[in-house]
């Protein structure tokens, strides 16, 4: 089992997000405690906990302590990764870019293609901006022979911890 440290250098959500990427394409059980332990609201928060719940729903995986606030949880991948198409709302402004920079890889070792359309809001600090991935990654990603695309289909101003456009 992989052990992680989610206060190790910034202690952000990046640490959550990048390890259960790597334990489902790894299929490596992870075991990750104090989730987010340098931030002013430590533990999941909405966006973080979507991330959880999508990656067990493509994997099959069964986790232990996902819930909002948790500071730790247990993650057991399943074998093998879903394809389709999937749609994630993170019910508040927590960054989409975030969840599907951190979905991605998954769909390139996906049993097929996949589409993920996620609702939530496109533009906060210290985190990715959906263009620089559109603009910049994607082109990276084709070089690799890798395809992918990210289309942004209606840009807004969502309040802080409010809920989308679509409501």
Same mark, same amino acid.
């Given at each position: 089992?992989?052990?992680?440290?989610?206060?190790?250098?910034?202690?952000?959500?990046?640490?959550?997000?990048?390890?259960?990427?790597?334990?489902? %394409?790894?299929?490596?059980?992870? @075991?990750?405690?104090? %989730?987010? #332990?340098?931030?002013?609201?430590?533990?999941? $928060?909405? $966006? @973080?906990? =979507?991330?959880?719940?999508?990656?067990?729903?493509?994997?099959?995986?069964? %986790?232990?302590?996902?819930?909002?606030?948790?500071?730790?949880?247990?993650?057991?991948?399943?074998?093998?990764?879903?394809?389709?198409?999937?749609?994630?709302?993170?019910?508040? *402004?927590?960054?989409?870019?975030? +969840?599907?920079?951190?979905?991605?890889?998954?769909?390139?070792? #996906?049993? /097929?293609?996949?589409?993920?359309? %996620?609702?939530?809001? +496109?533009? $906060?600090?210290?985190?990715?901006?959906?263009?620089?991935? =559109?603009?910049?990654?994607?082109?990276?990603? =084709?070089?690799?022979?890798?395809q *992918?695309?990210?289309e942004?289909?209606?840009?807004?101003?969502v309040?802080? /911890?409010?809920?989308?456009?679509?409501?």
């Amino acid at each position: 089992m992989i052990e992680i440290d989610g206060s190790e250098k910034s202690g952000s959500g990046t640490i959550l997000r990048y390890s259960l990427m790597l334990s489902c %394409i790894l299929k490596k059980e992870m @075991h990750i405690y104090n %989730i987010r #332990a340098k931030r002013k609201k430590p533990g999941l $928060q909405p $966006q @973080h906990l =979507k991330t959880v719940e999508a990656m067990k729903f493509l994997t099959g995986a069964t %986790i232990e302590g996902a819930r909002l606030n948790s500071k730790e949880i247990m993650f057991r991948p399943g074998n093998h990764i879903k394809s389709g198409v999937f749609d994630w709302d993170i019910g508040t *402004a927590g960054s989409t870019t975030m +969840l599907g920079l951190s979905l991605l890889p998954l769909g390139f070792f #996906a049993d /097929g293609p996949s589409v993920y359309r %996620i609702s939530g809001g +496109l533009f $906060q600090d210290f985190a990715p901006n959906a263009f620089h991935a =559109k603009h910049v990654l994607m082109g990276l990603l =084709k070089r690799f022979s890798l395809q *992918a695309d990210l289309e942004v289909l209606k840009p807004g101003y969502v309040p802080v /911890g409010g809920r989308s456009y679509r409501d």
